[in-house]
């Protein structure tokens, strides 16, 4: 038997056969493009920023001390934001400040939630793949800083809050923020939406990384120029693994992992001698 259009026509034609329902083709899924990607992305860092805020907002509410002048009032304010629980509860509640907006962002797409943000596991042999990319680009980065005579301890401030932490029993909440929350908060952002939005662009996949990778790195605008150089080398890394492999999920725990490792020196260096 023939599957040529005339053989469908005359089968059609025949009593015993009745007519199959033709079925419509359906467009292909497509994504928010460039500006819609862009648009929605300053919407979700705006919420980002605004879910960082409620914990310093509601735990200045609740402190208990002078607030008789405008330097009582920042000395107050200092100390609340930068306090050890205020710092975790920040990153923490960061996640659903962005996770809102991005829901209703791809809702507009005819890709599932999951697909979109590339919620799904890839192989072993990535994940080996990308610890070692990411250990030749922060060891690589170790020796430009050895080579220069830069220090590349922990700042002096991450240190002083995890001695505070100590005290206030905290740590493990700034573990679970620094290497659970935060990673997966920026990385459903940048690698999870932005990137792919930007991929179906004009900029194409190696402009979409590079960009995503640079919005990043300008989060983490508490570091100096040579720290944020390490962060976007480290965003493009990622980028590519998410373009390889179409996983978040990967990158995800890349980016845990290399945070695991810097909550660890700094908690080594926070347990040594003042």
Known sequence: MTDSPEAAVMDSLDP???????????????TLGFWRTTLWGVLIIIAFFVGQLLPIVYLFARFDGPLDDFEAFRLALT???ASPLTVALSAIMGLPGLLIPIYFAVRYTRLSFAEYLGLRWT??????????????IV?????????????????GFMVDMLKHAKTDGTVWLLVIAFCV?????????????LCRGWSDSFLRVPGAIILSS??????????????????FALGV?????????????LTMVLHGLN????????IWLASGPS
Do not use: C
Not at 123 to 136: A, D, E, P, Q, R
Not at 183 to 193: H, I, N, Q, T, Y
Not at 237 to 249: A, D, E, M, N, P
């Open 16 to 30: 015993g056969n009745p007519p199959q329902q033709v079925v419509p083709a359906q467009h292909l899924p497509r």
């Open 79 to 81: 100390k609340t934001a």
């Open 123 to 136: 192989g072993w042999k990535h994940l080996g793949f990308g610890v070692l990319g990411m250990v030749v």
């Open 139 to 155: 060891g690589a980065w170790e020796l430009v800083s050895q080579l220069t005579g830069r220090e590349e301890a922990a700042s």
């Open 181 to 193: 929350a935060a990673p997966v908060s920026e990385e459903l952002m940048a690698r999870g939406f």
């Open 214 to 231: 640079l919005i990043w790195t300008l989060l983490h605008f508490q570091y100096d120029w040579f720290a944020l150089l390490n962060v």
């Open 237 to 249: 890394w990622f980028g590519y693994l998410r373009y390889r492999t179409h996983s978040t999920y």
């Open 259 to 266: 945070n695991l490792a810097a909550t660890v020196q700094t």
